[in-house]
């Protein structure tokens, strides 16, 4: 049977500072749980707020820009991103194995954008006026 280990070897979540820097396992952990919950709390509490308070306009009265068109496109490049790097762990950098932090670090990056995503489809194309 195969088992996947969440930190590398001689590595656990409990040692932080190793090497003179903090380990990678935990702080990549930290750092995507911590962004991962301040969008979702924060970003909620705003949709709630906008769908409450909004007032819905028709989507070909809203001007188009160069500027949207970049940030959409970045807006899809950057959870292409994640999966190529957790590709290229897997193969070629490091020790070509993947680990549980890598895999929870690409599951919350997809989430994370895809919710992004849907946020700024609402904020866009239901251009909102709050009172």
């Not at 306009?57 to 950057?78: A, G, H, I, M």
């Not at 950098?93 to 995503?117: A, F, N, P, S």
Request: proline share 3%.
């Amino acid at each position: 049977m195969i088992t996947m280990r969440y930190c590398p070897p001689n590595i656990t979540f409990n040692d932080i500072w190793i090497d003179h820097g903090v380990s990678k396992c935990f702080m990549h952990t930290i750092c995507t749980s911590i962004i991962f919950l301040y969008l979702i709390i924060f970003g909620s509490i705003q949709l709630w707020i906008y769908h409450k308070y909004g007032t819905e306009t028709d989507e070909n009265t809203l001007p188009r820009s160069k500027l949207y068109k970049l940030q959409k496109f970045v807006l899809y490049l950057v959870p292409i991103l994640s999966i190529i790097r957790i590709i290229l762990q897997a193969t070629i950098l490091d020790d070509g194995k993947v680990y549980g932090y890598m895999v929870r670090i690409i599951h919350t990056h997809i989430y994370i954008y895809i919710y992004i995503y849907i946020y700024i489809y609402i904020y866009i194309y239901i251009y909102i006026y709050i009172i």
